[in-house]
């Protein structure tokens, strides 16, 4: 099956992704009724509304923004165009903000200027049982000398250092970079890479400070032997069974010596 933009984000995609892994990080019986089964709708939140806009607007074109997004008073499911495409007024004045906010930084430019690749859809085949093979999209990459560069776009309500790394172990961002280096390692055949997230803060008073983090690659790395002993997981998996607690094993918390 060839990925393209129309059946990328559709349940016709056979190919593990990010979010995938995320919702079988989360539960068996709850990955195989959302994506084998697919019993389970996807959760569209604000959130990841306004995301989506900012990154069609900085990664592809604000033509294509405004050709996509609907500007409502109020929101309609029963609307010709879909809910996650109608952005009412508030959120729309928030995605301009911070878009405006992004535009106006030497990073952004320097992406641009240097021609970044933006947006291609990455797949790599597979034979994971039920699924294709692997894919992912970075929203920019270059590759220069022996070293493949990925930035991803993120919004986020902080753009705190600390704060920030927590975030991206919550939101499996970590394992998204191990995702796209796999991918465009295969692609090119080397071994080398940068990943970085430009992220703008969103915040309540517009400021949107822009900030730009380099991933460790170290966390990187052990990300991707995960990727790998998940995708034999699920590979094998027949019984997608819930998660069992047992008081056989317990997990111990509290240890002051672990961050």
């Given amino acids: 099956m060839k990925l393209t933009k129309d059946n990328y984000f559709t349940k016709d995609n ?3 992704s990010n979010s995938k892994i995320k919702d079988w990080l989360k539960d068996k019986e709850f990955f195989y009724k959302k994506h084998i089964e697919k019993s389970i709708k996807e959760d569209i939140s604000d959130a990841l509304v306004i995301g989506s806009a900012v990154d069609m607007w900085l990664t592809e074109s ?3 923004f405004e050709d996509t997004y609907l500007v409502v008073s109020r929101r309609n499911k029963k609307s010709d165009t879909p809910w996650r495409y109608q952005l ?42 039920y699924f ?9 990459y270059s590759t220069q000398d022996d070293v493949i560069y990925i930035i991803d776009l993120k919004t ?42 430009l992220v703008v803060e969103k915040d309540p008073d517009n400021i949107n400070q822009v900030e730009i983090f380099q991933l460790n690659q170290d966390r990187i790395d052990a990300e991707k032997e995960r990727v790998y002993e998940i995708l034999e997981e699920l590979k094998n998996e027949k019984d997608f069974a819930p998660k069992q607690a047992t008081l056989k094993e317990p997990i111990e918390i509290g240890d002051y010596g672990i961050i």
């Fill in 156 to 197: 986020s309500k902080t753009i705190d250092p600390t704060r920030y790394h927590y975030h991206c172990i919550d939101f499996g961002y970590y394992t998204q970079q191990a995702i796209y280096q796999i991918l465009l390692g295969k692609k090119y055949n080397k071994d080398k890479f940068s990943s970085k997230h």
């Fill in 88 to 129: 009412p007024n508030s959120m729309y004045d928030k995605v301009v903000n911070l878009c405006e906010r992004v535009e106006k930084t030497d990073a952004y430019k320097e992406i641009v200027e240097d021609k970044y690749v933006s947006q291609e859809i990455l797949q790599l085949d597979l034979d994971l049982g």
């Fill in 132 to 140: 294709s093979g692997v894919c992912g999209i970075p929203d920019w």
């Fill in 62 to 64: 604000k033509e294509k």
């Fill in 14 to 16: 056979k190919y593990i």
